[in-house]
């Protein structure tokens, strides 16, 4: 069936630095969307990009559609302790008929 | 406000027992859903539900029942045949099956 391949799969990084984490897939998605999910808590969406090619910023975090439409970014730019947590990324195929599909997530871990 | 929410926030569970999670949400959505989290893992699912008064089986089923007979609740339960149920269960919804998924605050079950 179809997957999500995120990377890396895990990140420790010093508070202030950037961040980035992408997504691939062997298919083609209409929508991906990005989720953070913080330590007992449900994921929350952060970034819904909907056109190949469209970049999309909400705050610190700008996400990207890739070109071929199998791939997706994300980065972060001068993290701060709060942005800890898994970040997941997810595909909406192209018909309804097909089921959104997760990523395995990328953790996230920020050193002060 | 809206919004979804589970309960109870952690659920306790004897060997041989049945036990429902509860999700409600009061965004007016048609899609609801059930996936399971297992630590360091991705999202899995387990049942969804387009509409009222349908459901069918996600991926890993086996082991648990669902019904739908309000628009805004879903219920998960986690009968004596799932072996394994120790895990953080998550509920979301979207305005139709295939848009945007929105979650809850997840569910705990730890067996004793």
């Known amino acids: 069936g179809q997957q999500l391949n995120q990377s890396p799969q895990s990140m420790f990084i010093q508070e202030g630095e950037d961040v980035s984490m992408n997504c691939t897939s062997s298919s083609i998605f209409n929508t991906w969307l990005w989720y953070k999910q913080e330590p007992g808590e449900g994921p929350v969406l952060l970034i819904a990009l909907y056109k190949a090619g469209e970049l999309t910023s909400n705050g610190r975090l700008t996400a990207q559609f890739g070109i071929t439409r199998k791939d997706s970014f994300l980065n972060i730019s001068a993290s701060i302790p709060s942005d800890v947590g898994i970040y997941f990324c997810a595909g909406q195929p192209k018909t309804s008929y097909d089921k959104v599909i997760f990523g395995p997530g990328t953790s996230l871990s920020v050193i002060p | 406000d809206g919004g979804i929410t589970q309960s109870p926030k952690y659920l306790f569970r004897k060997e041989g027992q049945n036990v429902t999670l509860s999700c409600e949400q009061n965004?007016?959505?048609?899609?609801m859903y059930w996936y399971r989290q297992d630590p360091g893992q991705g999202l899995r699912l387990i049942y969804y539900?387009?509409?009222?008064?349908?459901?069918q089986k996600g991926d890993i089923a086996e082991g648990y029942s669902v019904s739908r007979e309000k628009k805004e609740s879903f219920p998960l339960t986690v009968t004596s045949a799932q072996k394994n149920p120790t895990a953080f269960y998550l509920c979301?919804?979207?305005?139709?099956?295939?848009?945007?998924?929105?979650f809850g605050p997840g569910t705990r079950l730890l067996v004793l």
């Open positions: 965004l007016n959505h048609d899609a």
């Open positions: 539900s387009q509409i009222v008064n349908d459901f």
């Open positions: 979301a919804s979207s305005i139709l099956d295939g848009e945007t998924q929105y």
